[in-house]
């Protein structure tokens, strides 16, 4: 039995399942003979999940803001869903859990809740060096098999699925504003400026959450956004990527060769 | 923010130093980070270039479709553009006098001022993710994307290009040295290479033409097959078909000016229709500007494989 507090009961006991050598994963089979291939044994499909109220915040209707509060909710909602299910892999006695998913689903019965939950397959080194990252917690990625296999061949070692996230409110337009570029094609520099800053801040987020884990780098970075339940005026900008850390030892990916497909 | 109007894109963005202040903090914080897929990273670490950070450039642009002079431009039959290489085309009524509601000519016309202001939004946002990529340390930018939208329910469009920075591991550019920049990445870039050329820079264009349909390209938009007494069942609709073609041409006459005598590589060519029989026809076509740095190197003799995936 887990003694894990904050995982629930069933969690606990489809864990002992697992550490008795059954394993369940999500990977495809190309996937999984891919992650043999690189040295590590999945250990079993673990998820966290958390439903989070996320509040309202007032926002300034001629004004483009970060709304501080919405960031900090959809920052810690996640965290904790990852969080937990970091833990489910420390149960496991993983390495590392590979083809991390994030995902926020929204119900009827809540409003203004959101349910965020992070998934992936947990593995473990099978020569027995351990993977831990800086944390001393197994790393998360959201690499597929295949792309797991190929940074493994370069030299690179997953730390960690890191995120920065950024919800900004962009300004409506007053009618004195709109009035005075009427039938113009200009640049509004107030917005580009507002936008500009709400992406960058996002990946500077993640950025400084790499340095945390003393990543050298980050790989498949991704820019993502979304107005989930707020209006076309407030966005979340999430910039989402694996932070990996160049290893001691050789480069074993092949020289790629040349092919030239006889498909379209 | 560099005010780079499309054009010289190649150059590398105008003043530096009124980026975001997390653009500065981000791109000098030590760690790279790569909008790359892996398999892409991987490819371009054995190319012997090393990611130095993801940069990107954005512009937020007012859009009005009607810019100034396209009323006068669109309703007499007899303005022409007054550039070289523009287009304007009247199409008359085979009819006669008919009624005062009778289209009695029609015309296609490109519209500069909104192929300027696509320009303007593009050329912008790409002199702002050259800045980042000058911050960075960058000798080149891989893997360059580019997308415009709608932005909320505003009438705004965003430009917004990203790419990954990279540095030529053991190459020492003199200063001054332009940023080369490619949309490709991974194995096409590779190949690219291989075959003897080098990436200068991205390039893109957009044109856009106006029609205004007469009374011919109304009845065969809508469908009508007999009017006036002429068959107009299975016929070209001569009107659109001529603002298709020369909505492209235009899009290639612009970029073949940005070439500079080097070549087009990896050209895509989109072309979006907005309305019925009056519609606007754009085209937005892009690619990578290539110089040849050495003889092709013969391909491999083919070799069949049978993929399990």
């Not at chain 1, 998934?119 to 944390?135: C, H, I, P, Q, R």
């Not at chain 1, 707020?230 to 990996?244: D, K, N, P, Q, Y």
């Not at chain 2, 975001?20 to 790359?36: H, K, Q, V």
Request: one cysteine or more; proline letters at 4%.
């Amino acid at each position: 039995m887990t003694d894990t507090p904050d995982l629930p009961k069933d969690a606990g006991h489809r864990l002992d399942e697992l550490k008795a050598g059954l394993f369940t994963s999500d990977l495809s089979v190309n996937e999984f003979l891919l992650v043999k291939e690189a040295g590590f044994h999945p250990l079993g499909f673990v998820m966290g999940s958390s439903i989070y109220h996320t509040g309202i915040q007032t926002r300034k209707w001629g004004q483009s803001q970060e709304l501080t509060k919405l960031t900090e909710a959809m920052y810690n909602a996640r965290e904790l869903a990852m969080t937990r299910m970091e833990e489910e892999a420390q149960e496991l006695g993983a390495d590392g859990v590979v083809g991390v998913r994030l995902d926020v689903n929204y119900y009827e019965w809540g409003s203004d809740a959101a349910e965020f939950i992070a998934m992936g397959t947990a593995v473990k080194a099978e020569d027995g060096t351990s993977y831990l990252n800086k944390k001393g917690k197994p790393f998360t990625s959201d690499l597929s098999g295949q792309d797991f296999w190929t940074i493994m061949q370069t030299g690179y070692v997953p730390q960690g699925l890191v995120m920065g996230t950024c919800v900004y409110h962009i300004a409506h337009r007053g009618i004195g504003q709109a009035l005075g570029t009427v039938g113009q094609n200009v640049e509004l520099p107030n917005f580009t400026q507002a936008l500009y800053e709400a992406r960058e801040l996002a990946m500077t987020r993640m950025q400084d959450e790499s340095n945390e884990l003393g990543a050298s780098g980050i790989v498949g970075v991704r820019l993502e956004e979304k107005s989930h339940q707020w209006g076309s005026h407030s966005i979340e900008f999430l910039a989402l990527g694996t932070a990996v850390t160049k290893r001691d030892g050789e480069v074993t990916l092949p020289r790629p060769v040349t092919i030239i497909s006889m498909d379209n | 923010m560099s005010d780079l109007i499309g054009g010289d894109r190649s150059a590398g963005g105008g003043p530096a130093g009124d980026l975001p202040e997390a653009a500065d903090r981000r791109l000098t914080s030590g760690a790279f980070s790569s909008g790359l897929t892996v398999p892409d990273f991987a490819a371009c670490l054995h190319m012997g270039l090393r990611p130095v950070g993801l940069v990107q450039g954005f512009c937020v642009m007012q859009w009005g479709w009607t810019g100034q002079g396209s009323i006068m431009r669109g309703t007499s039959p007899y303005s022409t553009a007054g550039r070289s290489g523009s287009y304007s085309e009247v199409f008359r009524c085979p009819h006669g006098y008919v009624s005062a509601e009778h289209r009695s000519f029609g015309q296609n016309f490109d519209q500069p001022w909104v192929e300027q202001a696509w320009a303007q939004g593009f050329g912008s946002a790409y002199g702002r993710l050259m800045e980042e990529a000058g911050e960075a340390g960058a000798h080149g930018v891989i893997g360059v994307v580019d997308t415009n939208r709608h932005l909320a329910d505003l009438n705004v469009t965003e430009f917004h290009i990203l790419g990954t920075a990279v540095v030529v591991e053991g190459w020492d550019p003199p200063p001054g040295t332009p940023i080369w920049t490619t949309s490709l990445a991974g194995q096409r870039l590779g190949k690219l290479l291989e075959a003897g050329l080098m990436p200068v820079s991205v390039v893109a264009a957009m044109s856009s033409v106006r029609v205004w349909a007469s009374c011919m390209t109304e009845y065969l938009m809508s469908g009508q097959a007999v009017t006036w007494g002429q068959a107009t069942g299975t016929d070209e609709v001569v009107q659109i078909s001529k603002a298709h073609m020369e909505v492209r041409r235009l899009a290639r006459d612009q970029v073949r000016g940005m070439l500079g005598g080097d070549s087009l590589h990896g050209a895509r060519l989109d072309v979006f229709e907005r309305g019925g029989e009056d519609q606007v026809i754009e085209a937005v076509l892009r690619g990578t500007r290539v110089r040849r740095f050495k003889d092709v190197d013969p391909i491999p003799v083919p070799k069949p494989t049978v993929s399990l995936a």
